[in-house]
């Protein structure tokens, strides 16, 4: 069992920088592939970025790439999301996953553990 628990949302304005924060609990957390994904009201959940448990291999978005990159630092159990130039079209709540495939997918099917979600809200 993995529970996680994401911080670091928040306002910011169009332009603006955050980073989000995934700790994970567990002794295994190295054998996950991790991803972020959001949800904005009244659509349906979105991958973002993914890494592999290795943390050598990442996966983005057309939407995101090259604004947000996706980090893990597996002594510290946590994966990060650092999201740069946002827009207000990033405005969502943002969940990490946890798949216990160690290798990268997009599908939130194949995710096994997911956290609460984080707030991020982008103003113009």
């Known amino acids: 069992q993995v529970q996680l628990v994401e911080s670091g949302g928040g306002l910011v304005q169009a332009g603006g920088s955050l980073r989000l924060s995934c700790a994970a609990s567990?002794?295994?957390?190295?054998?996950?592939?991790m991803g972020w994904f959001r949800q904005a009201p009244g659509k349906e959940r979105e991958f973002v970025a993914a890494?592999?448990?290795?943390?050598?291999?990442?996966y983005y978005s057309d939407s995101v790439k090259g604004r947000f990159t996706i980090s893990r630092d597996n002594a510290k159990n946590t994966v990060y999301l650092q999201m740069n130039s946002l827009k207000p079209e990033d405005t969502a709540v943002y969940y990490c996953a946890a798949s216990k495939v160690s290798l990268i997918t997009t599908l939130p099917s194949r995710y096994d553990y997911w956290g609460q979600g984080t707030q991020v809200t982008v103003s113009s």
């Open positions: 567990g002794r295994t957390f190295s054998s996950y592939a």
């Open positions: 890494i592999r448990g290795s943390g050598g291999r990442t």
